[in-house]
């Protein structure tokens, strides 16, 4: 039986997908001050604007393992320079999810699109949305996430699903 919830009784959402994704990299500083359940204060000037990309690999992954420490290099550094809020494969290795600090949609876009998966044609399809937080739980997030330790840093997450809402673009090839 479907869960009644306010979603979708107002029938908001087109399509929901549930994955289990594994988180690598997160900068909790930035996703607290993002978090819009921290500024109830009515005004809309929310002082973080984010985007998360959900990011599907293409069919053929041969190119997956040879590009990936480049992919995590460049990630480490979008994250040094405060535009990487959070960072995960997805637990059955066929994409991934990215959440990018940006004062605009082009310049996340523009992140994306440098990634060496999608220059090295790794990413099948990808989808650019602006991401409000409504609550965070920084304690459940691992603060130990180098990828100096990758293998042994990914915190499992499950049940973190990704919402499309009507009238949201899907990028569907990074060539456009």
Request: aromatic share 8%.
């Amino acid at each position: 039986m479907r869960r009644k919830t306010p979603f979708t009784i107002a029938n908001a959402l087109s399509g929901y997908e549930i994955t289990e994704w594994r988180l690598r990299e997160a900068n909790i500083d930035l996703l607290i001050e993002a978090n819009r359940a921290v500024h109830q204060s009515g005004d809309e000037n929310i002082p973080r604007r984010l985007f998360a990309n959900y990011a599907k690999y293409s069919a053929d992954k041969s190119r997956l393992a040879t590009v990936r420490p480049m992919h995590w290099e460049y990630n480490q550094t979008l994250e040094n320079a405060g535009k990487l809020a959070l960072a995960g494969t997805f637990a059955d290795d066929e994409g991934e999810l990215f959440v990018y600090n940006a004062v605009r949609r082009g310049e996340a876009m523009s992140n994306l699109k440098q990634d060496p998966f999608a220059l090295a044609g790794v990413f099948a399809a990808c989808e650019l949305l602006e991401w409000l937080i409504e609550g965070l739980n920084p304690d459940l997030l691992a603060t130990n996430l180098s990828l100096g330790t990758s293998k042994g840093a990914f915190r499992k997450m499950s049940a973190i699903g990704t919402a499309t809402s009507r009238g949201e673009e899907t990028i569907r090839s990074l060539s456009d």
